[in-house]
């Protein structure tokens, strides 16, 4: 998927991100991180909006779902907030707690106009006069700021008043970019979930009806807007992570590809054809063995397998990855970023998490595995975040997907095991760019 309606850069299918520290200024400009204000002006980057809900019904027609995760259609959630009562905000939610995922920090690194003009647009289909760039990362915050600075003031025969927009930093843990606690830290506090409801469009920042609505989510948004012909192709793409210490050249891969789209063909796209194993949704969608490969990446298909999108981050297991060993570093990672703050997800995930590492050690004393799956099927929905879900997906899915290697940690036999694996999540970070 390329061209000018692409996130990524034109003429080309895909960025490979080298492992390693690339750092700013190795962007698809070269001139390190921002957009050129000139180039997305041509493109027709901050056009007019004179009818906002005509753009509404063409993100509806088009049928754009979020990227934050959940696959809402994302003109259901504008119209809540925009029929909601009292005048409301708007909020770009460019923080991804998915440790395996690059995508939101390379928008708002490279692409901060496409962004903020969505955001714009997003403002302007609910009637919000204020709205916020909620991030945590230097480079992203930097170029937000420029582009801030340098957009233009107010389209010309703009009939709606352009929204006074801000940036709010927020700490990078995995629960800081869920909805409810971009509220709480947008109004000062610390980004921790809060229980529901209310929901953000009901009641979010100052009580007021509130879009927090992801970063790519906008992009796509403003994309539609500047290029109405294309606005089924855009509202079918999908920005997707892949990571996997097989993959080409040592990389990791942003690529932009549409909806339905096999896994086989993206594990080739990106060096991870010999892949006998993927962990889906950053760690929200589980592991998948068995049948992976012709899995569609899109939430309908997915769910339909067990499955879940999630932000699109895909991290591959090679011969000689041990799923015992992926499961237990993707417990342990989610247990230590539990906000400790509902009892059932401070003991149920930390027991997961603890249960599991003895599994994976081979302990068999008080049934471990039978504890595993029924916590795990206890979890799910009754924390203030999903943060519990996935750990338990997790659980689930390598139970049930992976019997044979769960015995041979029972039986001590483990052939992949006999090097310790990271326990704080480092295999699934990768670098942006
Ligand atoms: S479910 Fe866990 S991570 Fe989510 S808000 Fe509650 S304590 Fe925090």
Redesign the pocket.
């Known amino acids: 998927m390329t061209g000018v309606f692409s996130l990524l850069p034109e003429g080309r299918p895909g960025l490979l991100l080298p492992h390693g520290e690339a750092g700013p200024g190795t962007g698809p400009s070269g001139a390190g991180p921002g957009e050129d204000l000139g180039r997305y002006l041509a493109r027709g980057g901050y056009a007019p909006l004179p009818d906002p809900d005509a753009l509404l019904d063409r993100v509806a027609v088009a049928g754009l779902r979020g990227r934050g995760g959940a696959g809402f259609p994302a003109a259901v959630k504008l119209r809540a907030v925009r029929d909601a009562p009292g005048r409301c905000v708007v909020v770009a939610n460019g923080e991804e707690g998915e440790p395996g995922s690059v995508k939101d920090r390379w928008l708002l690194r490279y692409r901060p106009h496409l962004v903020l003009d969505g955001l714009r647009l997003a403002a302007a289909m609910t009637g919000a006069a204020r709205g916020w760039v909620y991030l945590s990362d230097d480079h992203a915050e930097r170029a937000v700021r420029r582009a801030l600075a340098e957009r233009p003031a107010e389209p010309a025969a703009e009939p709606t008043a352009e929204p006074a927009l801000d940036v709010v930093r927020t700490e990078h843990t ?2 800081a970019g ?1 909805e409810s606690a971009v509220v709480r830290r947008v109004d000062g506090g610390r980004a ?2 809060t229980a529901k409801p209310p929901r953000p469009f009901e009641s979010g920042v100052g009580g007021a009806p509130t879009l927090v609505a992801n970063v790519e989510t906008l992009a796509r948004i403003a994309l539609i807007h500047s290029r109405p012909d294309a606005a089924a192709a855009v509202a079918a793409g999908h920005l997707v992570t892949l990571s996997g210490r097989g993959g080409a050249d040592g990389a990791t891969a942003l690529l932009e590809v549409p909806a339905g789209t096999r896994l086989k063909v993206l594990a080739d796209l990106a060096g991870h054809g010999a892949a006998e194993a993927v962990l889906l949704g950053g760690m929200f969608g589980g592991l998948h063995g068995d049948g992976w490969p012709d899995l569609p990446l899109d939430h309908d298909g997915l769910r339909a397998a067990g499955a879940a999108l999630g932000c699109g981050a895909l991290h591959f297991l090679h011969p000689g990855d041990c799923p015992v060993a992926v499961a237990t570093e993707a417990a342990a990672y989610l247990a230590a ?6 009892g ?3 003991s149920g ?1 930390g027991a997961l998490a603890t249960t599991l590492a003895a599994v994976a050690r081979g302990a068999t004393d008080d049934d471990p595995v039978g504890k595993l799956r029924r916590w795990s099927g206890q979890l799910p929905g009754r ?6 879900d996935a750990a338990a997906r997790v659980v689930t899915t390598l139970l049930d997907r992976f019997p044979d290697p769960v015995d041979a940690h029972r039986d001590g036999a483990c052939p992949a095991c006999a090097r310790p694996a990271p326990e704080d999540g480092r295999r699934f970070r990768v670098p942006v760019p």
Do not use: D, K, M, N
Request: hydrophobic letters at 35%; a neutral charge; charged letters at 10%.
């Open positions: 995995y629960v869920e921790l979930p970023q539990s906000a400790r703050q509902c059932v997800c401070v995930t924390g203030a975040c999903g943060l519990p």
